[in-house]
């Protein structure tokens, strides 16, 4: 699949015949996108488990990635460990670094363009939510808005900060649900922004209840219901999926993994019920009113 | 062949049957890579043309590309030429974007990853120079490097500093070398340095004939012939293609667009001849010692 990689002018790969081919891009600055002190490891692991994410929220089967990195300084321990977080994340799902282009700059840049296949036709896209699905996700909410405030608090490595620094693309789930979803994305920005984009696209609201969202144990003893659920709902990095579809449609082997939270409905909007209340909320997170 | 564009977690791509794929990759950084105050027009421009160079010296077609942008601030104006600069570039050779990723740091990053296809099996490598092989480069070498020595001292537009702002991606020629060439490179380092690479690749050696340099009128008369072999040998970013092949393979629908320059020995090393002088260089451009 790969004729020749890193160490010429470029790449040249053979793509599986009959298949198409998914592309995405995605770049993490330093002190924006993660703390300016997070670990070499957990940002290569990190840079590339953002990219399995978006390439799972396309059904697709990642291949190969090329990596664009703009450093302050050529520091070798710091390459070597960035080096090893990036194969980390990589190997687990076979995907090779092809090629590269290494920088100098003032700030630490790193951006990573990741490609996958699939069979024709079977792409996940954001638009094909219908009336009566249900709106699944994976994994649990609103982790990764807490360790990142463990992170930047200086907190050490722990559940809640792992969940951020190294996120677990969802690529498995994606495959099972290629050509069968009628809607994904990936929580990206949180669950209000990322799921307002699927009904967006897809001229339809939804209803969530907000007593179905999978909170972690450790989030809840850590933060409590209230600040969970405002994680959870705006809190963005998680890089869960979320999905829609009948719910019989839904592939068994991965139905212990996923969650359904709630279901979309003819009319535009997002509602929100927590028992028997609307709450009201917005992209940053929710206001409860009683 | 695009399926699905820009607008999603990711972009569909249906390659063309039996075909290989090359992809590439490069990144500029503002201040490193071109002058902080080059125009945003320029910029765009130039980022798709040096992925455009790598692509040709693959010998491949360019089809489509990515884009990873990092901005200090989202100034709309800037944007809109940046974008009238890349959209040009692009449709020289029907590039289409399918994707992209903007960020918010403290320089200005632009990054692009291109891909193409060829015919199986003629992708151009460094490592095929053979003893015997006619060297050849395109165009005029060294107005990059004048061009951007006056751009930094504050130039305004003229035929050096477009030769550096804007180069032309040689993707008709590699094109026509993709199956037939040796060994082939685009010249962003400088003939020294980039003919070195596929020297080194090739396990080979090289004579080049200064008096044969391909030097433009405007060079000479700018910088004279000194500083413009100097220019030529070490300068870097003029994005020409360098290659080798026998010189009766030559396909006769580029001769008028190449020069040849040398040949490759056996014998590792460079050895550059001014008429009767054998004239000592490094990387950075030669030293004459008479």
Redesign the interface.
């Known amino acids: 699949m790969v ?2 990689g890193v160490g ?8 599986p ?2 298949r ?10 330093a ?3 993660f703390p300016a002190g997070m670990s070499a490891r957990d940002v290569g692991y990190r840079i590339v488990a953002v990219n399995l994410s ?2 799972a ?2 059904g ?1 089967q990642p291949r ?1 990635m ?3 990195l ?1 450093l302050v300084e050529a520091d070798a321990d710091w390459l070597e460990e960035f080096a090893a977080g990036l194969y980390e994340a990589a190997s687990e799902w076979g995907v090779m670094l ?4 290494t ?5 630490l ?1 790193v ?1 990573v ?1 990741m ?1 996958g296949d699939l069979a ?1 036709g079977t ?1 996940l ?3 094909g939510a219908t009336a009566g699905d249900t709106v699944f996700v994976t994994g649990t909410l609103g982790d990764a808005a807490a360790g990142l405030e463990q992170l930047s608090a200086g907190a050490g490595e722990q559940y809640l900060t792992r969940r951020f620094a190294r996120p677990s693309a969802r690529v498995g789930v994606g495959r099972a649900l290629a050509g069968i979803a009628h809607a ?3 929580l990206s920005d949180g669950l209000v922004a990322d799921l307002s984009k699927i009904l967006e ?1 897809s001229h339809a609201g939804a209803e969530l209840d907000l007593q179905r969202l999978p909170l972690s144990e450790e989030l809840l003893r850590t933060v409590g219901r209230e600040q969970a659920l405002r994680h959870a709902m705006g809190g963005g990095d998680d890089y869960e999926l979320c999905f829609t579809l009948p719910e019989s449609g839904l592939p068994a082997e991965i139905s212990t993994e996923v969650t359904p939270i709630g279901r979309i409905t003819r009319e535009p909007g997002l509602v929100c019920r927590d028992g028997d209340s609307v709450v009201p909320f917005d992209n940053t997170g929710y206001r409860h009113f009683r």
């Open positions: 004729v020749a010429d002018d470029g790449a040249v790969l053979r793509p015949a009959g198409e081919l998914v592309t995405v891009i995605d770049t993490m600055v002190g924006t996108h978006d390439i929220a396309m697709a190969w090329t990596l664009a703009t092809v090629g590269g282009d920088t100098s700059g003032e700030q840049v951006s363009q490609s024709p792409a896209y954001r638009s994904a994305i990936d696209a």
